[in-house]
């Protein structure tokens, strides 16, 4: 069991870390804060630099803490808080991969917040600490904070949104289109 928890941390953390990479750095083929703030102004964020620049942090500090076992429950929370309005935003109501679905971000996510509840096992720095950041409470902790933060921001966005719609240029009749 020890290796497993060590695979999935190493494998789930590590993707994020490169994901978050991506946002802050443009790493990996990324497109770095700026490409990532037009991404999520067209997604309809408000302050869609600034949340460009914490989505990349919380996915390379959730997964790097994920990765090594330090603080196991904030890194899931981290993780899984991105990817929830990665699900809502981007991926909704699709289903597989093929399709740009959830299927990635419902599996990582789940992946993070499972080894909230189960612990990141020997081979980590919590256990080399001796934390027991572990079990129901710590796993119930974590998917608060994830769902918490990522609903904060959906409302953020929501609440946006109808600001946008009113500053946005009204769209020409026709009788304005053949006139021009």
Do not use: C
């Not at 408000?46 to 914490?54: C, D």
């Not at 991105?82 to 990635?104: Q, S």
């Not at 974590?142 to 949104?161: D, E, Q």
């Not at 109808?162 to 009204?170: F, K, T, V």
Request: proline content about 4%; hydrophobic content about 55%.
């Amino acid at each position: 069991m020890e290796i497993g928890l060590l695979i999935i941390r190493l494998v789930v953390g590590g993707l994020m870390f490169g994901h978050g990479t991506q946002k802050l750095f443009g790493w990996f083929g990324g497109h770095g804060v700026a490409g990532t703030k037009g991404f999520f102004a067209s997604l309809g964020y408000p302050a869609a630099g600034a949340l460009a620049v914490v989505a990349g942090l919380a996915e390379a500090g959730g997964g790097l803490l994920l990765a090594t076992g330090l603080l196991t429950p904030l890194g899931a929370a981290a993780v899984a808080g991105v990817l929830l309005n990665a699900i809502v935003t981007a991926h909704w109501p699709k289903v597989w991969n093929t399709e740009g679905g959830l299927e990635l971000p419902l599996a990582l996510s789940a992946s993070a917040i499972g080894v909230a509840f189960i612990g990141p096992g020997r081979f980590s720095i919590d256990a080399a600490l001796g934390w027991q950041l572990q079990g129901t409470t710590w796993g119930l902790i974590a998917l608060a904070l994830a769902v918490g933060a990522g609903a904060v921001t959906l409302i953020l966005r929501a609440a946006a949104r109808p600001e946008a719609e009113a500053e946005a240029e009204p769209e020409p009749t026709v009788d304005e289109r053949l006139a021009a």
